[in-house]
């Protein structure tokens, strides 16, 4: 059974670049599968951010494109996320999941609280 | 993008009653690509119904999806106690996959 685990700083500065990694377990990156980051600031909504494919290909959100980088760390079986430029409007809790070719999302990790402060 | 707009905001229901749930897409659903999410305070969300109407592994039969092109229902036919939570849906028919605000059920 596939589990993944988030990880990374719970507070950023304004301007900085935010980085998260998702550890995956129970199943390997490179055996198919798009793996995403998707985020919800606190009493709010789910937002998908980008997703990774194919050994390295990447769609994200037009919301997001010029801040946005996702990649793959095959030897960690692992994938991470980094957003730049952040303010406090990035507060949010940040989840990666999976989801199959033009498929639902049918993993999650628990998520992870990331604030944007000075 | 495909929005999505849920309604009501909030439900208040009793445990044993029928909640029906509504999801109203900006333009067509291809191929019925919607899903619908349960999520707990604290939780990631969990998935109950993809394909507009397919129950997902270990979902109970009282959870039911309906719907086509730009109107979506989930419907839970008797409510249960564990059942008081946020529901979202959400398209994967077109990019960038996007959910609905989200209908709280909460207790009467």
């Known amino acids: 059974q596939v589990q993944l685990q988030e990880s990374g700083p719970g507070l950023v500065k304004p301007s900085e670049t935010l980085s998260l990694t998702c550890a995956v377990s129970?199943?390997?990156?490179?055996?198919?599968?798009?793996w995403d980051w998707i985020r919800q600031p606190p009493g709010k909504g789910l937002e998908c951010i980008g997703t990774?494919?194919?050994?390295?290909?990447?769609y994200y959100n037009p919301s997001f494109k010029s801040r946005v980088a996702i990649s793959l760390d095959t030897s960690k079986n692992q994938f991470s996320l980094d957003l730049s430029a952040v303010t406090a409007a990035d507060t949010a809790v940040y989840f990666c999941?999976?989801?199959?070719?033009?498929?639902?999302?049918?993993?999650w990790g628990q998520g992870t609280l990331v604030t944007v402060s000075s | 993008e495909i929005v999505l707009t849920q309604s009501p905001g909030t439900l208040s229901s009793s445990p044993g009653e029928r909640a029906t749930l509504s999801c109203r897409a900006s333009?067509?659903?291809?191929?019925?690509?919607l899903a619908w999410y349960q999520q707990k305070p604290g939780q990631a969300p969990r998935l109950l119904i993809y394909?507009?109407?397919s129950r997902a592994t270990g979902i109970p039969d009282r959870f039911s999806g309906s719907g086509s092109g730009t109107d979506f229902t989930l419907t839970i036919s008797r409510l249960e106690p564990e059942d008081f939570a946020v529901y979202y849906c959400?398209?994967?028919?077109?990019?960038?996959?996007?959910f609905g605000q989200g209908t709280k059920l909460e207790i009467k």
């Open positions: 129970g199943y390997s990156i490179t055996s198919g599968y798009y």
């Open positions: 999941a999976r989801h199959g070719a033009d498929s639902h999302f049918d993993s």
């Open positions: 959400q398209q994967y028919g077109s990019s960038p996959y996007t």
């Open positions: 333009q067509s659903v291809s191929s019925s690509y």
């Open positions: 394909g507009a109407s």
């Open positions: 990774i494919y194919n050994y390295g290909s990447t």
